[in-house]
């Protein structure tokens, strides 16, 4: 069983954190993962398991990361199959239905979604970085030369994330 760890540690651990609710962009990611295997090594590739936020997510994500590891298919019968687990195959039967409802009134492609989504992710993975920059900054108060590598990281970051460059940055 290649995801019978995560088996194991959702059967015994089956409360409330475990029960929330995915979030929209988790349940997004998903449906695109079960209705399109072929895609699912991308998104794997590009998100960490930590970036979900709902313990549930993870766990059917981390299936899918050790599947592919495994280089083992990918598909929503082989993701069932490995996850024994009531209620995770309901959710996993759930995101299904709504994906394929969903599917039929799409204006964009599946890759183009998980596209978005996995700009989004990073985007959120930036914003993260930053706060944790700015909490550091708060720190360090004492120390000027950290203070400015800090602010000097933040401009940069900031630039970055919205295109722009100067001719000294070039």
Not at 20 to 36: D, Q, V
Not at 148 to 170: F, H, I, P, Q, S
Request: a negative charge; aromatic letters at 2%; proline letters at 4%.
């Amino acid at each position: 069983d290649v995801c019978s760890s995560d088996l194991d540690s959702a059967k015994e651990s089956w409360d409330p954190e475990t029960a929330r609710p995915l979030t929209a962009r988790e349940s997004e990611l998903l449906e695109i993962m079960i209705l399109h295997p072929e895609l699912v090594s991308m998104a794997t590739a590009n998100i960490e398991t930590d970036e979900l936020e709902s313990r549930r997510a993870q766990i059917i994500f981390d299936c899918y990361v050790s599947l592919v590891a495994e280089g083992e298919p990918t598909t929503l019968e082989r993701v069932l199959a490995e996850l024994r687990d009531p209620h995770m195959q309901g959710t996993l039967v759930e995101l299904d239905d709504r994906a394929q409802a969903k599917s039929e009134h799409a204006l964009q492609t599946a890759e183009d979604r998980l596209r978005a989504l996995l700009n989004d992710f990073r985007g959120s993975v930036d914003a993260r970085a930053r706060r944790e920059m700015i909490s550091e900054l708060g720190k360090t108060v004492a120390d000027p030369q950290k203070e400015m590598e800090l602010l000097k990281n933040l401009l940069e970051d900031e630039k970055r994330r919205r295109g722009l460059t100067t001719a000294t940055d070039r």
